[in-house]
Antibody, heavy 121, light 109 residues
Framework: EVQLVESGGGLVQPGRSLRLSCVGS????????INWVRQAPGKGLEWVTF??????????EYSASVKGRFVLTRYDSKSTVYLQMNNLKSEDSAIYYC????????????WGQGTLVTVSS | EIVLRQSPGTLSLSPGERATLSCWAS???????LAWYQQKPGQVPRLLIY???SRATGIPDRFSGSGSGADFTLTISRLEPEDFAVYYC??????????FGPGTKVDIK
């Protein structure tokens, strides 16, 4: 069974940093692109970042709203991706979902349950 | 940068009725990378349609997707009580960017 489990969310002050983790199981982690999508309370879905499969270089892309502040890395030996979020702003407050991208379907096929990040003084 | 728009913002219908949801892109996109997701209150989104018209595993056949170019449609042929939710279209440009539409809420009339 495919599972993605996020952790690391919490309350943080503006300007501070937070690191989210996502552990995958039940699939070949290194062969999957992993995305983060966030959802502010009562709002829609916003793509944040993705990291390519290891065979595709394992490089990451970012939305304009987080580029330069967030860094996504993967450690396939641990089936884990880390989202380092720096210089957090109030508008970064959201549920952050870790999601597997299916290269076959060309869509998001498995979602984690999400972890809540609240940026507030 | 591709922008996705969805209409209507809210669709008020009764169980048994047909729902037609629209998604259109600011420019022509590859239908291979156009997907639809359903999100119920308090739940994680789930994949309904991929490749603009293919149903994901376990999705009932009352859900169908169509369209090409810049205009796409999600149709629910006969609404069941569990179908009242928010629906998002989503596109990947094939290289570096993923975009979601703002969503259409289907609620009970």
């Amino acid at each position: 069974e495919v599972q993605l489990v996020e952790s690391g969310g919490g309350l943080v002050q503006p300007g501070r940093s937070l690191r989210l983790s996502c552990v995958g199981s039940g699939f070949m982690f290194g062969d999957s692109a992993i995305n983060w999508v966030r959802q502010a309370p009562g709002k829609g879905l916003e793509w944040v970042t993705f990291i390519r499969e290891t065979f595709a270089g394992g490089t990451a892309e970012y939305s304009a709203s987080v580029k330069g502040r967030f860094v996504l890395t993967r450690y396939d030996s641990k089936s884990t991706v880390y989202l380092q979020m720096n210089n957090l702003k109030s508008e970064d407050s959201a549920i952050y979902y870790c999601i597997r991208w299916s290269g076959t379907l060309k869509a998001y096929d498995f979602w984690g349950q999400g972890t809540l990040v609240t940026v507030s003084s | 940068e591709i922008v996705l728009r969805q209409s209507p913002g809210t669709l008020s219908l009764s169980p048994g009725e047909r729902a037609t949801l629209s998604c259109w892109a600011s420019q022509s996109v590859s239908s291979n990378y156009l997907a639809w997701y359903q999100q119920k209150p308090g739940q994680v989104p789930r994949l309904l349609i991929y490749g603009a018209s293919s149903r994901a595993t376990g999705i009932p056949d009352r859900f169908s997707g169509s369209g090409s170019g810049a205009d796409f449609t999600l149709t629910i042929s006969r609404l069941e009580p569990e179908d009242f939710a928010v629906y998002y279209c989503q596109h990947y440009d094939g290289s570096a960017r993923v975009t979601f539409g703002p969503g259409t809420k289907v609620d009970i009339k």
